[in-house]
């Protein structure tokens, strides 16, 4: 088989011991790591074909891979106004205020990343942003993407005037006269402003999604667990691989959610494996609660607030009984749960779905963000994998717990926040992801927020819970190993080995020995997914 792609004077790194291989050299054929060993030796094995480049002492690791984001939604999320440098109303308002004066008489204000901590001590309604969104109608997504606020005028031209019942833990949020406040928690409720709002384009939502994803190949990534397969997800995908232009390998979980039928499931079963070259389905994402900042996790004790006491699914029991059949079908499942009796629920549904039946199906926890000592330990026995994004914990809560997070939990549960440490010393696989757009993607930021765990604006500030920091080469092996392990893939991918995927991540310094404040602006030279060049820097 043909040699497509040389790379000479090499530092390969080994994520499993975290030190260099002996070779400097290797070989690409066929997408694959076809040959390990000294310049000389590899060289030889090109010819006029093939692509040689002399990395001059960089660091090679394997491909790095987002072990939870969102892709699509991703892309046209972030198209709007990004509100999430403003960090009170005053600067909320302003950034509304200049856009505002962008817009032709009757366009829709798109604005995504709002904190809710810029609210202060007010409520999280659209009363606050007035007189500055009066008759403009606008949607403006709050960080944790389980809510939106809408202006007076977007909820007019959706009709939606009053509550509204809905099969899972939505909620159009109304003051004491019945009048909905702006605010609109989770998914269903979200919708129905959504669905009123101008929609863009098949191919405006190809060409986001295209650059987005040309902009993760920049920063080193070469793979991503996506976390929905919503609206025309699949498609798209399907569209951008067919022409090469899909930069990422993608494996995509559809999502399952309450009141799904016999029908329903049996579609996401027979959808696993479907895909392409570059992706495929594999899979099924649920949700067992929502979160913290909006109050609707499902906690075993309430907020402050005496909010978050109750499952998105209104009967767990119904989730349990999916998670079985599921679970006796072969497919993995991620549920999103972060109070501590969503995780609770969930292992204990993937308990019995074991229950004589431990056929090394790998299932996924997603968020995790409070639990109490006694969970931690059922993660290793169950093979249940701990899916962590410490830049949440670095870039919404603060180190002193005055942050609406920290607040409505209360000072032990807030001290329990992220436990990546914990996790991993009971034995649990921890894989690292952004969340992206909750939090950017670029994965050497990832890395780093699981080592320092300061917000990422301004590392001068201290650390939040410093004693659930990882290590360099733990914080590697979770965007290597681990997504490899979770994916089932770990014969085929996360490690520099002959016959293994040539997805390669290439940096300007070693990650293991660059300190976590530097890492984030380390120079990313070269991706390389499936043995071909996504992103390759002047330098080189």
Known sequence: MRTSLVLLSARLLDPV??????????????GRIAALGDDREIRALADSS????DLKGAAVTPGLTDGHLHPVSGAELTHGLDLSGCTDLDSVREALAREVRTLERGAWLFGWGLD?????????ESAALAPVLDGVPALLQLFDAHSMLAS????ELAGVDGPRTFDQAAEVVCDDSGQPTGLLLEDAACELVERAAPQPTHAERRDRLAAALRAMAAAGLTGGHAMDANGESLALYTELDAVGALPLRLRVAPWCQPGTDADGLRSLIEQQGTGGALWRTAGVKLFMDGTIDNGTAWLEHPDCHGESTHAFWPDPAAYTHIIGELHRAGVPTATHAIGDAAVRHVLDSVEKAQAGDRSGVRHRIEHIESVPDDTLRRFAELGVIASMQPTHC??????DHTDNWSRRLGEERASRAWRCRDLRDSGASVVLGSDWPIA????????AGARHRRPSRDLTQPPHGPEQALTALEALQGMTLVPAFAAGEEHEAGRLVVGHRADLTVLADDPLTVTATELPDLPVLLTVLDGRPTHRDASL
């Open 50 to 53: 093939t692509t040689v480049v």
């Open 17 to 30: 011991t975290g030190r260099l291989l002996p070779e400097s050299a290797l070989a690409v054929a066929g």
């Open 152 to 155: 007076p005028r977007a909820l």
């Open 116 to 124: 809710p901590n810029a609210f202060g001590d007010r409520p999280v």
């Open 440 to 447: 950017p993607f670029p994965p050497l930021g990832v890395m």
């Open 394 to 399: 670095c870039d919404f809560t603060r180190a």
